[in-house]
């Protein structure tokens, strides 16, 4: 019995509810697709963070990382053998920042600056630091042990593979015979 009663309340409810709502059909398609957009997109908060600034790693340069890529594809040249690959860096790379600077006078002459860095919302409630420039490590030079070296035809390939990867100079390779004892 009771719940006969309350079917009937539910249905004398949605039966006035229901005309007043096709008035706003259209409105309420909109809402609900903004509601499902807002559910899908919900993942961007589960993205890891971009790195923020700390030094050669933020700027997307490991050496570690870049001297086995480049050890890797060293010795797929033709007779090299086994490669051992050491760079040495001149200097890292480095990104410069956008900031804001305000002046403040408190007297006649002396006036002090106020310096805070200017950042943008990277879209998932966080904000992320403006670069306005970011200068790659430069190399001092390279040595290269290697089965092969005592081939100048090897030598002459990963002088001039380091070099070209490098923007070293062939005077700052050195393409050394490894040695049999290891």
Do not use: H, W
């Not at 006035?16 to 807002?38: D, E, N």
Request: charged share 25%.
């Amino acid at each position: 019995m009771e719940l006969d009663r309350i079917k009937m309340q539910v249905r004398e409810g949605l039966g006035r509810l229901l005309p007043r709502l096709s008035q706003y059909k259209y409105a309420l398609i909109v809402l609900l697709v903004g509601i499902l957009l807002l559910y899908a997109g919900g993942g961007a908060r589960d993205r890891p963070e971009s790195s923020q600034p700390s030094g050669t790693e933020e700027a997307g340069f490991d050496l570690d990382s870049f001297e086995q890529e480049l050890t890797d594809k060293l010795s797929k040249i033709a007779g090299i053998g086994r490669v051992e690959l050491m760079l040495s860096l001149e200097q890292t790379g480095e990104s410069v920042y956008a900031s804001n600077i305000r002046e403040s006078e408190s007297g006649s002459e002396s006036g002090s600056y106020e310096s805070t860095l200017s950042t943008v919302s990277d879209g998932s409630y966080g904000e992320q630091p403006v670069r306005i420039k970011e200068t790659c490590p430069t190399f001092r030079g390279a040595v290269v042990l290697c089965d092969g070296a005592g081939a100048s035809g090897v030598r002459l390939a990963v002088t001039e593979a380091v070099g070209a990867v490098c923007g070293l100079g062939a005077d700052k390779i050195s393409v050394i015979q490894m040695g049999t004892d290891r």
